[in-house]
């Protein structure tokens, strides 16, 4: 009598299970378009689906990863003067993107000819060339420009502004740009280069622009890309890089004119001379972006990029021809303007 009891509940369960199989089978077929647009949206909008657990240097080891140096002309008016401190700014890391800071120069009085600035309280440890590659973005510049003198005169560090504008009609070349950027920073001995698109803002006051011993991807936390990483081997935007690694790699190629591919072939040629790159956590590394349209991606691109290897040691620093139109001072940059 159990065992009968036991079959016939057995017998029930798998014509249940095979009934609801069928009916499933059946729903697929005839939804798997929707199925379809469904899944992808999900994927779509899913917030973990890029990268954004990448290796970071932890905030309490941030200090003992920077390289402390200075153009030889501040060591020497510093001489005797208490070191400024920074690791208060890196701690506490103030939210930095608002206002005034965005639409207001606040007190431009101490920022001398050329955008420079140095704090005149403590000796400032670190001197950074910041390269800012630029063509027809008038607007973007602008802003750029007032915030970023609010921005790093909180951090007490002492720093250029470079603009290098390409002054031609032909493919925007933003790797050459840095590549000229870098001869004018090291003609005036700044032994740390930032190079910088003109529409991304770094929102924390922690992300100090200065060089770290490894190269740096400084705008990991992007909004553009929800606060993520798209790729780990993403070395785009903002990186640092001291001015002697620069020129060790040669540089950037300067064969990538029009856009992508350039900050790819950047990082191999980082990796293929066993360098490593860093970053810092998502909370010292958030940037917005200003809008703009997306540029036509280049159509030699890939093809350079995979061969990119064999030019290395030929195609950079090395190679450089560009004709320097005209070097300007302004209040808040000193701009050069490039024939390529
Ligand atoms: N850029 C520019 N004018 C141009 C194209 C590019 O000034 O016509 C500079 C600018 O600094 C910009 C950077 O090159 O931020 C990278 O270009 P873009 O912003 O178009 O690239 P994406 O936003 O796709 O990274
Ligand atoms: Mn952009």
Not at 88 to 111: A, C, Q, W
Not at 173 to 185: D, E, H, K, P, Q
Not at 240 to 258: A, D, L
């Amino acid at each position: 009598m159990r065992l009968n009891l036991f079959k016939c509940i057995y017998c029930e369960s798998v014509g249940h299970i095979r009934a609801f199989l069928v009916k499933l089978v059946q729903f697929l077929r005839r939804n798997w378009l929707r199925i379809t647009v469904f899944v992808t949206f999900l994927i779509c909008v899913w917030p973990n689906r890029y990268a954004p657990h990448y290796p970071y240097i932890p905030t309490d080891e941030i200090y003992d990863e920077l390289v402390e140096k200075t153009t030889q002309n501040v060591s020497h008016q510093m001489a005797g003067k208490l070191s400024c401190d920074y690791n208060e700014v890196i701690k506490e890391n103030h939210f930095m993107y608002r206002e005034p800071y965005i639409s207001t120069l606040l007190d431009g009085s101490d920022i001398r000819l050329g955008g420079e600035w140095m704090p005149s309280k403590c000796a400032p440890k670190f001197s950074t060339a910041v390269i800012v590659v630029y063509r027809q973005r008038e607007q973007q510049l602008n802003a750029f420009l007032i915030y970023i003198h609010n921005f790093l005169r909180k951090q007490l560090i002492h720093y250029r502004i470079f603009v290098i504008e390409q002054y031609d009609q032909k493919p925007f070349n933003r790797a050459m740009l840095f590549n000229i950027g870098s001869v004018y920073a090291s003609q005036l001995d700044f032994p740390c280069l930032i190079l910088h698109d003109v529409d991304l803002m770094p929102m924390n006051l922690g992300n100090l622009y200065v060089c770290t011993q490894r190269p740096r991807h400084m705008c990991s936390s992007l909004d553009k890309f929800r606060f993520n990483l798209l790729y780990h081997g993403l070395f785009g935007g903002v990186v640092s890089i001291e001015t002697k690694v620069f020129q060790f790699i040669n540089g950037m190629s300067n064969k990538f004119s029009g856009w992508g591919g350039e900050d790819d072939d950047f990082y191999e040629r980082i990796k293929a001379k066993n360098l490593e790159i860093c970053r810092f956590g998502p909370d010292h590394s958030q940037y917005t972006m200003l809008k703009h349209e997306q540029e036509l991606p280049s159509e030699n691109r890939l093809a350079f990029l995979r061969n990119g290897s064999l030019r290395y040691n030929t195609d950079g620093l090395n190679s450089l021809v560009y004709k320097e139109k005209e070097v300007k001072l302004h209040k808040l940059f000193t701009h050069v303007l490039a024939i390529t």
